[in-house]
């Protein structure tokens, strides 16, 4: 069992930025593959950002290219989401995933194991 917790959404003027924290339970963490999906009202959720297990390896979805950048810090067991030049359409809950198996990064939501219970970030025009 995995336990994720997201922090660091909010309120942010268009233009701004966010950085979004996922703390994952587990020690051995730094061998999982780890993503990033949103959720919008009334829409369904949608792939943001992977990484690999190394942290070598990333991949975004086109929407959010050249504005968001994914990491992770094995010592602290932790993935983030720095998301800059924020824009309306952006406006979500954005929810982390681990998948327990695996060396590459991974988009499909079905990909993934253990959640987080997601964070809500809002961005106002």
């Known amino acids: 069992q995995v336990q994720l917790v997201e922090s660091g959404g909010g309120l942010v003027q268009a233009g701004g930025s966010l950085r979004l924290s996922c703390a994952a339970s587990r020690r051995t963490f730094s061998s999982y593959a780890m993503g990033w999906f949103r959720q919008a009202p009334g829409k369904e959720r949608e792939f943001v950002a992977a990484?690999?297990?190394?942290?070598?390896?990333?991949y975004y979805a086109n929407s959010v290219k050249g504005r968001f950048t994914i990491s992770r810090d094995g010592a602290e067991n932790t993935v983030y989401l720095q998301m800059n030049s924020l824009k309306p359409e952006d406006t979500a809950v954005y929810y982390c995933a681990v998948r327990l198996r695996g060396r590459s990064y991974y988009t499909a939501s079905d990909d993934y194991d253990y959640w987080g219970q997601g964070t809500q970030v809002t961005v106002s025009s």
């Open positions: 990484i690999n297990w190394s942290g070598d390896n990333t």
